[in-house]
């Protein structure tokens, strides 16, 4: 089967402005996503966000970026 594909993001340390909507947009991006074309950036997660959205991830083309969250770990 062909594998679910996404592009990532290119946002670096760059604070979101609202956390909250940064979280949904994350989610959006990456639920369901198997292969990231370009860069996986998980940054500024809150405390007690459910990571699981990140659960089917296979590859990633590009970097990945784990920085500045809150989130105690990741699923």
Known sequence: SV???CT???MKLL???SPESHYETL???YQGCQVVQGNLELTYLPAGADTAFLKDIKEVQGYVLIAENRVSGLE
């Open 15 to 17: 604070r979101p402005s």
């Open 27 to 29: 989610r959006h991006l």
């Open 8 to 10: 990532g993001t290119d």
């Open 3 to 5: 594998p679910a594909v």
